[in-house]
């Protein structure tokens, strides 16, 4: 998929959509077109989404926003990140949240 270059985004540097177990998903993340670096990235195993609301762990994106992902199971995972940025001067609220969420399955 082609991005947008405007809000939060995942670009993948490999295909989604053939997620092996023991293989990495490598992806990169950009607000509004440009690398965005220390982004936390919060995954969860479709199994433990509603348990607890905690991730199952959470990988950091280096200082050219690259982050990668290498499920140990076979199953669907949910990657979600979020990114304050200050609101525009008219707003009520003084930041606003940017959120994606993706979901892949790994398969053995």
């Known amino acids: 998929m082609k ?3 405007v809000g939060l985004e995942f670009i993948a540097l490999s ?3 053939e997620l092996f177990v023991n293989e990495s998903l490598n992806m990169i993340s950009h607000f509004d077109g440009k690398p965005l670096a220390d982004l936390q990235v919060d995954i969860y195993a479709a199994n433990d ?3 607890d609301n905690k991730p199952s762990f ?3 994106t280096n200082t050219r926003g690259e ?3 290498t499920p140990k199971e ?3 995972y ?3 990140a979020r990114h304050r940025t200050d ?3 008219s707003s009520a609220a003084p930041q606003i949240s940017n959120t994606y969420t993706l979901v892949v399955e790994a398969v053995e």
């Open 3 to 5: 991005p947008y270059g």
């Open 67 to 69: 982050f990668s992902f």
């Open 15 to 17: 295909h989604p959509n």
């Open 78 to 80: 949910l990657l979600r």
């Open 87 to 89: 609101a525009p001067a």
């Open 74 to 76: 076979q199953g669907v």
């Open 49 to 51: 989404q509603f348990s």
């Open 58 to 60: 959470s990988v950091n």
